[in-house]
């Protein structure tokens, strides 16, 4: 190790990063303009005939389209505004400044480490936030409200942002803290200190997230009784998936997309089903969507992800623990001070060669997971139920039908919709496609 940071040590860590940072994105954006191309096409390609209809794939073509061409212009913002916050100083610079307003509010100087850091956590939230306002607006009443998925007000657009705002300062502050006084207190071998810490921290977001965090966004209600529910919990039972309760989540308040997942530790389990799933599917097919998120369960693929992010999570923080008392690598970045926090963001800067390595492998292991969660739910009998739930769930969220291999393989965890219905192997009842109608409609 001590040969790798000395050779590390020639270089400008800098410019490696911005260097290393614009490779990156060329190489994303010709995976992107790979997949653009595909949008392009105005035929429905002969393999998704039985799967779906012209009218439904030119929907979904046109909606990934658009999200496509905003992409460009949003990745090309992005990657400018990183490569002149990083040439021109400007993390020292919104570090001094918090320091001088920490001073001119509170008296307090910059032996106060923690609130230094605070301080320049709050200012650089504040101006993320300013600068990717526009694009996110955009999305959400511009491309999203375009196709039909955009459910939200002005209102309660910015009622969401002031939420999560407020949740960062009551939770993430804390933590933030804890993290820094964890590093500088804990000695050489602060890396076991800190990730008992920060998983501690994790265990303890997944379990109060579900109860008092989402209800500020969504309101969850116990499924009613009914022929469903009666479905539901047969299937829960006979897998001896603990289920405690059963909710529908208002996801039709803010988006038209659908989805369904578990959550809840040891025997305290519990089920959520977005209202715009029910809309669409049937009984049965519900069930098939449902028995595949229970197959992840079945087959330990959550806990078997929640163990390898921890070790992944440790070998990050033994690997800072040669950079943090890194003099150069502060100075290359413009910093007189060595700053913990300041230290870890930077640190998180050169790792990421590593980091896209690593994303891409976890990829492939989750897409792994994706296939035998769908080959338990056939296991279970789902199987020409699941096929048409994967395609109703696809037309309804307009999902991209035509993918590219290489563009799916990089950005994508799941396997692309005619990847999966190959997978499964059941033929279609029907050589006609799949039209999905909301039970509402009916």
């Given at each position: 190790m001590a040969d790798v940071l000395a050779h590390l040590d020639k270089l400008d860590y800098k410019q490696f990063v911005i260097g290393f940072a614009c490779v990156v994105y060329g190489f994303e954006q010709y995976l992107n303009y790979r997949q653009y191309k595909r949008y392009l096409m105005p035929k429905?390609?002969?393999?998704?005939a039985d799967i779906v209809t012209e009218d439904d794939f030119k929907k979904a073509q046109s909606y990934s389209l658009d999200k496509a061409r905003f992409g460009f212009v949003e990745g090309l913002y992005k990657q400018t505004e990183t490569v002149l916050m990083l040439h021109y100083d400007a993390?020292?610079?919104?570090?001094?400044?918090?320091?001088?307003?920490?001073?001119?509010?509170?008296?307090?100087?910059?032996?106060?480490?923690?609130?230094?850091?605070l301080v320049f956590i709050t200012l650089f939230t504040l101006i993320s936030t300013v600068t990717s306002l526009p694009f996110s607006?955009?999305?959400?009443?511009?491309?999203?409200?375009?196709?039909?998925?955009?459910?939200?007000?002005?209102?309660?657009?910015?009622?969401?942002?002031?939420?999560?705002?407020?949740?960062?300062?009551?939770l993430m502050f804390p933590f933030m803290s804890a993290f820094i006084w964890v590093i500088k207190s804990t000695g050489e071998r602060f890396y076991l200190y800190v990730w008992l810490f920060a998983m501690v921290f994790q265990l303890f977001i997944?379990?109060?997230?579900?109860?008092?965090?989402?209800?500020?966004?969504?309101k969850l209600t116990p499924m009613e009784d009914g022929e469903l529910r009666s479905q539901i919990e047969a299937l829960a039972a006979r897998i001896e998936f603990p289920l405690k309760k059963l909710y529908v989540i208002d996801g039709s308040k803010r988006s038209g997309h659908s989805n369904a997942y578990f959550y809840g530790f040891g025997k305290n389990k519990?089920?959520?089903?977005?209202?715009?799933?029910?809309?669409?599917?049937?009984?049965?097919?519900?069930?098939?969507?449902?028995?595949?998120?229970?197959?992840?369960?079945?087959?330990?693929?959550?806990?078997?992800?929640?163990?390898?992010?921890?070790v992944y999570l440790l070998s990050i923080f033994w690997l800072f623990s040669f950079f943090i008392y890194n003099k150069q690598l502060y100075h290359d970045f413009g910093f007189n001070t060595m700053p913990t926090l300041?230290?870890?963001?930077?640190?998180?800067?050169?790792?990421?060669?590593?980091?896209?390595?690593?994303?891409?492998?976890?990829?492939?292991?989750?897409?792994?997971?994706?296939?035998?969660?769908?080959?338990?739910?056939?296991?279970?009998?789902?199987?020409?139920?699941l096929r048409s739930a994967l395609i109703k769930l696809s037309v309804k969220n307009l999902g991209g039908f035509n993918v590219d291999p290489w563009y799916s393989a990089w950005n994508h965890s799941h396997p692309s919709l005619v990847e999966r219905l190959k997978a499964i192997g059941v033929k279609?009842?029907?050589?006609?496609?799949?039209?999905?109608?909301?039970?509402?409609?009916?």
């Open positions: 429905r390609p002969s393999e998704l993390l020292p610079k919104i570090w001094d400044f918090a320091g001088e307003l920490l001073f001119k509010i509170a008296g307090y100087g910059t032996d106060y480490e923690i609130l230094h850091s607006l955009y999305s959400t009443f511009v491309v999203e409200e375009k196709h039909g998925f955009n459910k939200q007000t002005l209102g309660l657009f910015f009622a969401d942002i002031l939420k999560s705002q407020l949740i960062m300062v009551v997944i379990t109060v997230y579900p109860t008092y965090i989402q209800p500020l966004f969504n519990h089920i959520v089903l977005y209202d715009t799933l029910i809309e669409h599917s049937n009984n049965d097919e519900i069930c098939a969507v449902l028995a595949h998120e229970l197959g992840h369960w079945k087959m330990g693929h959550t806990l078997k992800l929640l163990a390898v992010n921890q300041i230290g870890f963001l930077l640190f998180q800067f050169i790792y990421s060669p590593i980091e896209s390595v690593i994303g891409f492998l976890q990829h492939v292991y989750q897409r792994k997971n994706e296939y035998e969660a769908d080959a338990y739910a056939l296991k279970l009998g789902y199987a020409s139920t279609p009842t029907s050589d006609k496609p799949i039209v999905v109608e909301d039970k509402k409609d009916l």
